[in-house]
């Protein structure tokens, strides 16, 4: 039973070390007091010793270490040697503070209460786990406390055993109905905030992907909380860090609402292991369709590369290619390097190559181990796509583009010249 169980159902939770909680008798040793916070300072008490809101935090509740503190209700400003066994509704002479008060504003102003519970929506095409929502449950790992996954679909049952076998994952929800075909986010919402209620959860994310952007502003909106898109890092349950300016600048941002909901940049976070987890699998929560929207069909640019957002090597080309069919050249080069193809959004509304090449700022977000930027010039855009790139390869005939101020290594030349030279090059390897 958790801390919370214990002491709203029971109103009793024992302290192994020298505190005791039971029906109106609280014991704390005064000279374990040791710091104050904003809860305690608003009953004029003492605070009981910091390490033990640290033991709730990391969760150690089977420890022996304790992970609940009730503040010095005693209102009287002098040190008051508490001894196991007092009621406080029997002491004279002296002001308390009525228990199930206390007890309000423990969980409504410090959540010390509560752990830390998130729930991760995952990304998958019902047989297949986009690689995305592995990284997303290594952010949401680095929050504490327990990591649930929501499955939603139609024959979804594969993805959900997959993900019980990754590492961190508490506990698999599964919801199976023809409403979640296309994963609409008008038919999750209600069923992501049906569990949300149902299992209390602290934090809700997702990947940063084209589902996840569409998805948690309207989760976030019916929550009545603001969201934190694209976070690369998270510094404490309530803070998590952005990038702003198209990637020029990091902002740090404090999130102060009862529910976060935050979509998680993929490249900034290393993937979850597939094995070594052993969670539980329940269905979750049914929801009557909305049926609002109908998913009617989905039609995949089939390729036998590598996905753009989890390519090791990737080939970009902008307007300076001229023409989608001078893309060739860059197909016949991403072939030899087993290479994933991109392009930047200048090639992209010239029509050369359809929009799900699109790397940048409003495109894919890619940081492989070598990515070639050919005729790109650099729009600022674009490189918030792509410079975590561990490598940087340019060629471009101007000497002044941008995207040299990113390169690590630069060619200034043509490129009907070099690409197909580089091409041959590796053919005869």
Known sequence: MSPLECLVKNKKLEFSFEGVVSERIIHFPWAHYGCSNPLTVKYRGRGAMWFWKLGLLSGKWDSGQPSVFLPDIFLSGSRYKQVKGIDLEKVPGREKANFDVVLKDLLHETSLLRFQSTLVIAEHANDTLAP??????????????????????????????????????????????????????????????????????????????????????????????????????????????????????????????????????????????????????????????????????????????????????????????????NFKLLYDLADQLHAAVGASRAAVDAGFVPNDLQVGQTGKIVAPELYIAVGISGAIQHLAGMKDSKTIVAINKDPEAPIFQVADYGIVADLFKVVPEMTELLKKK
């Open 132 to 325: 995305i929502t592995l990284n997303t449950i290594t952010a949401a790992k680095h929050l504490g406390g327990e990591v649930s996954c929501l499955v939603a679909g139609t024959k979804c049952d594969k993805v959900a055993q997959d993900l019980c076998k990754v590492a961190g994952v508490a506990k698999v929800l599964v919801a199976q109905h023809d409403a979640y075909k296309g994963l609409l986010p008008e038919e999750l919402t209600p069923l992501i905030l049906a569990t949300q209620k149902q299992f209390n959860h602290t934090h809700i994310c997702a990947g940063a992907s084209a589902f996840g952007k569409n998805l948690l502003p309207r989760i976030a909106a019916k929550l009545d909380v603001a969201p934190i898109s694209d976070i690369i890092a998270i510094k404490s349950p309530d803070t998590f860090v952005r990038t702003i300016y198209a990637g020029n600048a990091i902002c740090t941002v404090k999130c102060d609402e009862k529910v976060k909901v935050f979509s998680v940049r993929g490249t900034s976070f290393e993937a979850a292991a597939t094995s070594g987890g052993s969670a539980s699998s329940e269905k979750a929560s049914s929801t009557s369709p909305v049926g609002i929207s109908e998913w009617l069909d989905q039609k995949l640019t089939k390729s036998d590369r590598p996905e753009l957002t989890g390519a090791k090597v990737v080939v970009s080309g902008g307007r300076g290619l001229k023409s989608g069919e």
